[in-house]
């Protein structure tokens, strides 16, 4: 029982623990943060699946249009789009870009641009149809977006993270306000710790989260892991980690440029295949 209730609270409570397993497992995860996508998503990843690649980095996205389709639906704007209406929604949304570049210009933003979220198992017509409407509606510069490996496995559960799987699913208004909460509780009994978030929230510029990364070995050898090292990586894990990292393949619509054919039932799994960073095509067609 005593050993029970010893693994439960923080380390300290039971006599400490020496330096080397300490700085072993400040260590350990310090490297495994690092070996992820630990920069907020620029995009999120909802209701569709989307096909892996591992030969594209992390992309920068500018604030464009987004349309999420999968084999059962089409969704623009987070609203449920009838095939039949994209065209015209996405024509109202052009006009709506032009007149506010022309009342507010902004140097390097591409009005024509447009991100498509495309379910793996998508049938090529679908994503041939959805392309060809964007381009006709004035988005004719699209980027597909696709997942890329998350780098390391999520650690192993600890108690404290129903707690944070509540948060994460639970208004998202209330979302940094009661992760914030968790992270002082959990954090208390490690002064050092408590210093490495007041520095980091104080630095202007850079990333803050390489240089939260940076600060957690030194921070938890100098308190000798003075609180629950479970629940620390935990919070940490869901503070830090982006699960779904994403990257962006854009793909030049050019006239003089053959299209590109494929059967109408192949899935963007295999279709995708098709795309490279110098893919140009006049458009997408089904092969008939």
């Known amino acids: 029982m005593k050993l029970a ?6 380390l300290a409570g039971c006599g400490g623990r020496s330096k080397e397993s300490c700085r072993a497992d400040a260590d350990a995860l310090a490297k495994l943060l690092a070996s992820t ?85 998508t049938p090529w017509s679908r994503v041939a149809a959805i392309v060809g409407d964007a381009d006709a509606a004035g988005f004719g510069h699209p980027a597909f977006v ?19 799987d ?27 710790m408590i210093q490495v978030f007041g520095n980091v929230a104080a ?22 892991c003075n609180l629950d090292v479970p629940a620390f990586r935990s919070v940490m894990w869901h503070m830090l980690v982006n699960e779904h990292p994403t990257s962006t393949l854009a793909v030049t619509i050019d006239p003089s440029a053959a299209p590109i054919e494929l059967p109408g039932i192949t899935s963007w799994r295999e279709a995708s295949k098709r795309l490279t960073r110098d893919t140009t095509a006049t458009s997408f067609r089904v092969q008939r």
């Open 146 to 164: 696709f997942a890329r490996p998350l780098g390391a496995s999520p650690p192993p559960r600890a108690p404290i993270d129903d707690e944070l």
């Open 37 to 121: 996508d630990h920069e907020p998503p620029t995009l999120f990843v909802r209701g569709v699946k989307l096909v892996e690649r591992t030969d594209l980095t992390r992309s920068e996205l500018q604030d464009a249009p987004v349309i999420r389709a999968s084999i059962d639906a089409i969704v623009f704007r987070d609203a449920t789009v009838d095939p039949g209406d994209l065209r015209a929604r996405l024509s109202a949304t052009r006009r709506e870009y032009d007149d506010e570049m022309a009342r507010h210009p902004i140097q390097g933003v591409d009005v024509a641009r447009i991100y498509f979220m495309i379910d793996a198992g």
């Open 203 to 224: 630095t202007e510029g850079g990333s803050k989260a390489d240089a939260l990364i940076a600060g957690i070995a030194p921070a938890l050898v100098e308190c000798n």
């Open 5 to 10: 209730v010893c693994i439960a609270i923080a």
């Open 166 to 192: 509540a948060i994460a699913s639970g208004d998202p208004a209330n979302h940094i306000s009661k992760l914030a909460e968790v992270t002082r509780r959990v954090i208390d009994g490690c002064p050092a």
